[in-house]
């Protein structure tokens, strides 16, 4: 059941779809069972914009257009290879994109990129699975666990290249700062 009092409050948000000029109200949806922001105009106009919402009610990033969720979407189903369901944990692959993309960790969520970052994350995904040897999807195939000495030196690649990266950042910082 949701309960208001334990959300927070709502926020004022302008629907992000190109032309409508409407505001986002949150709402309940009894099909996910969760509070989304969607577009005050829906029942007027038909507008789609909308945003997810955090179990407490928080808007999840920043709404996009439809241009923009879909970008949202194609980078998830790209980037999401790298810790669903493995070779690496959700945080590794979240502490790689933050270093591709020059955001802080805490701030590395796909709802919050704009299309364009949507690609860099997309290529910079597709770069750095094209370098493996196994095929993307294929961790916990058949083959693979048949082959587990692959898998753990695969493992073992990916933790050197997530060093390296992390030495190249600092470096770069370091200069920077
Ligand atoms: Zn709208």
């Given at each position: 059941?949701?309960?208001?009092?334990?959300?927070?409050?709502e926020?004022?948000?302008?629907?992000?779809?190109?032309?409508?000029?409407?505001?986002?109200r949150?709402?309940?949806?009894?099909?996910?069972?969760?509070?989304f922001?969607?577009?005050?105009?829906?029942?007027e106009?038909?507008?789609?914009?909308?945003?997810?919402?955090?179990?407490?009610?928080?808007p999840?990033?920043?709404?996009?257009?439809?241009?923009?969720?879909?970008?949202?979407?194609?980078a998830?189903?790209?980037?999401?290879r790298?810790?669903?369901?493995?070779?690496?944990?959700?945080?590794?692959?979240?502490?790689?994109?933050?270093?591709?993309?020059?955001?802080?960790?805490?701030?590395?969520?796909?709802?919050?990129?704009d299309?364009?970052?949507?690609?860099?994350?997309?290529?910079?995904?597709?770069a750095?699975?094209?370098?493996?040897?196994?095929?993307?999807?294929?961790?916990?195939?058949?083959?693979?666990?048949?082959?587990?000495?692959?898998?753990?030196?695969?493992?073992?690649?990916?933790?050197?290249?997530?060093d390296?990266?992390?030495?190249?950042?600092?470096?770069?910082?370091?200069?920077?700062?």
């Amino acid at each position: 059941m949701h309960i208001e009092d334990e959300l927070v409050p709502e926020v004022e948000l302008d629907c992000p779809e190109p032309g409508c000029g409407g505001k986002l109200r949150r709402r309940f949806s009894e099909r996910t069972g969760k509070y989304f922001y969607g577009c005050a105009r829906y029942s007027e106009t038909g507008c789609r914009g909308a945003v997810g919402c955090h179990a407490d009610g928080s808007p999840l990033g920043i709404p996009g257009d439809a241009t923009v969720r879909q970008a949202r979407r194609r980078a998830h189903a790209v980037f999401d290879r790298l810790w669903k369901p493995r070779p690496m944990g959700r945080r590794e692959a979240y502490k790689l994109a933050s270093m591709w993309m020059g955001i802080p960790f805490q701030d590395m969520h796909i709802g919050n990129l704009d299309a364009e970052q949507c690609e860099q994350l997309v290529r910079a995904t597709q770069a750095y699975l094209g370098a493996s040897d196994i095929p993307p999807g294929c961790e916990n195939c058949p083959w693979t666990r048949r082959n587990p000495v692959q898998l753990s030196e695969r493992l073992k690649a990916i933790d050197q290249r997530i060093d390296a990266l992390e030495k190249q950042l600092n470096s770069g910082r370091d200069d920077s700062d």
